[in-house]
């Protein structure tokens, strides 16, 4: 078998792990092999006695022939087996998610006190029975094809099916050098892995489809990064992501394919991510391939709607960030809005504007037009004409599913026709009074019908505040009011508390997540575990968030505030 070179040192763990009657970690190349007849601590037997395996992975598809780990392109495969590269200095566990690892790892939180773990998370050792992969694919960057891409300093360090049933996807992000490195290191750095860890977390609770992050480790090794792009080359910490998905294959996987005519593997490849993940449609269907794209098309619309209901702008819309789930992945310069703007741009190295919040809808069009692009040489001239149809509506898609999320961020019941001129009206009221947009969505859920129709905006409603020196926030109200009245059985109590469970108090604003990073930077992570908790439930007052001043106007130097690719 291809990968009989790599079994050695693993099996040489496992006997060691075998004499606790259960399998363990095997080290990586360059980490610390355990004594003869040594067993882990028992603290850490709950880590010992857990695996992850590659086979799902390994028996479907051909990997790099080449065993060598150095920058390359690479052909006719889907991974190139590599291994993490451990820290040289010492490692600080950061934060972990306690529901990750105890609802999708079935791992006790007591594990994350066992030095196996600390290694495990950082690199330095990878489960038994699982071979760490990097994953070739490619992608349109900014709206030109780029090539080869790939897994330039993420390792996906073996699959886990729980106790559910679900199968999850395990990868470690800023662990080292693969052969898709290009020019970079292999590793991540502190305020971006953190920002990662945070948002992709917060995602989840603000009901978003998105990955999970299970933990967030940060080391004492200098990497050097020009944040900014500007030439100010900076020393930072190293730092690593566990991040889970149930998948990470994303549209560039199969534009890589495409673009190389290895036709055989494209199939194999989309045959594989429909039997697994997409279980409606049957594998003996000839229309698979339509199906599968009709049901990403419809899925992507989705996903977007919601981004622009919580105001996320993703900030690099690459189609190797986009996910053939529909899944939020790849967190880099992204960024809540606080003031309505849909010219809103969270990167700053977006010069042209491209990733714009109000051009993701556009944006998620060319990138499923690349997808489509993609399928082509595995359709027909009949499922071509027929997918090229679907593709053209996914406007319909997307327009009609913001606009129910948007009449639901409103209190809204029932269809009228001028649900949408409402919804446009307070968002232009917005846009010019620069109004926030979580708040004032927030703050219409916290008030009563009556002190609307009296104008009569309490001083903590301060989002309210400025949306009412618009002259034409009396008559929006007026109609909102009008509209509020026509939902049948409805009362305002009923529609404040609806509204209050789909409008957030709490977002990770780029200000509260740059406090974080600032105090990390000097080993204090108590933001960084305030902030998991209260992201947790973001739709309920807490006292540490207010106190915090998590819902107060933004502080003034958050407007300066810039993030950029540089991570």
């Not at 622009?308 to 189609?319: D, E, I, K, L, R």
């Not at 809540?336 to 703007?341: G, K, R, T, V």
């Amino acid at each position: 078998m291809w990968w009989r070179p790599w079994l050695p040192a693993c099996l040489a763990w496992g006997c060691v792990a075998a004499l606790c009657g259960s399998r363990g970690l095997c080290p990586a190349p360059n980490a610390s092999r355990p004594e003869p007849g040594q067993c882990p601590r028992r603290r850490a037997a709950e880590l010992c006695a857990w695996a992850l395996s590659s086979d799902s992975l390994l028996d479907i598809f051909p990997v790099d022939v080449i065993q060598e780990n150095y920058v390359r392109n690479v052909r006719n495969c889907i991974f190139s087996v590599v291994y993490p590269t451990p820290f040289k200095s010492r490692v600080r566990l950061v934060a972990v998610s306690k529901e990750v690892l105890e609802n999708i790892l079935d791992l006790d939180i007591s594990v994350k006190g066992s030095s196996d773990f600390l290694e495990f998370v950082s690199g330095g050792k990878v489960a038994f029975g699982s071979v760490p992969l990097a994953h070739r694919y490619g992608g349109h960057q900014f709206g030109s094809w780029a090539g080869q891409l790939g897994d330039g300093r993420a390792h996906l360090i073996g699959v886990y099916t729980n106790r559910h049933g679900e199968r999850w996807e395990l990868q470690l992000k800023g662990s080292g050098k693969t052969p898709y490195s290009r020019n970079g290191d292999g590793r991540a750095v502190l305020r971006s892995s953190l920002r990662e860890f945070l948002c992709s977390e917060a995602m989840h609770y603000l009901g978003i489809p998105t990955s999970r992050a299970a933990s967030l480790v940060v080391s004492d090794d200098d990497v050097w990064r020009d944040q900014f792009y500007n030439g100010n080359i900076k020393k930072e910490r190293g730092a690593i992501v566990l991040r889970l998905a149930k998948s990470w294959f994303r549209i560039g996987s199969l534009e890589i394919l495409a673009h190389s005519g290895e036709l055989h593997l494209l199939r194999r490849l989309l045959d594989f991510i429909i039997q697994e993940h997409f279980p409606s449609i049957a594998m003996n269907d000839s229309n698979r391939y339509l199906e599968f794209f009709s049901t990403v098309v419809s899925e992507t619309a989705n996903l977007i709607s919601l981004w622009m209901s919580v105001g996320f702008a993703h900030g690099v819309c690459n189609t190797d960030n986009f996910s053939l789930l529909s899944i939020t992945i790849d967190y880099g310069p992204f960024g809540f809005m606080d003031s309505y703007d849909p010219d809103f741009v969270p990167n700053t190295s977006d010069d042209e504007r491209r990733y714009k919040i109000g051009n993701q809808a556009s944006v998620g069009l060319f990138n499923l037009s690349k997808l489509l692009q993609a399928l082509k040489p595995l359709l027909d001239p009949r499922q071509k004409q027929l997918a090229s149809q679907v593709l053209e509506g996914y406007g319909e898609h997307y327009y009609s599913r913001f606009t129910e999320l948007f009449k639901t961020k409103l209190g809204l019941l029932g269809e009228n026709e001028n649900d949408n001129y409402l919804i446009a009206f307070l968002l232009k009221i917005m846009e010019d009074t620069k109004a926030d947009f979580t708040m004032t969505f927030r703050e219409l859920s916290e008030i009563t019908a009556d002190q609307l129709k009296e104008l009569h905006i309490p001083e903590e409603f301060w989002a309210l505040q400025d949306l009412a020196k618009h002259k034409l926030f009396s008559e929006w109200v007026t109609m909102y009011l009008l509209r509020l009245n026509s939902n049948n059985g409805d009362s305002d109590a009923k529609r404040r508390t609806r509204m209050a469970n789909v409008n957030p108090r709490y977002i990770l604003r780029n200000w509260m997540a740059e406090s974080a990073v600032q105090k990390a930077n000097l080993n204090d992570f108590s933001e960084v575990q305030l902030l998991e908790q209260v992201l947790q439930h973001p739709f309920e007052r807490q006292e540490a968030a207010e106190r915090a001043g998590y819902s107060l106007r933004p502080p003034a130097w958050a407007k300066h505030l810039k993030v950029s690719c540089s991570s």
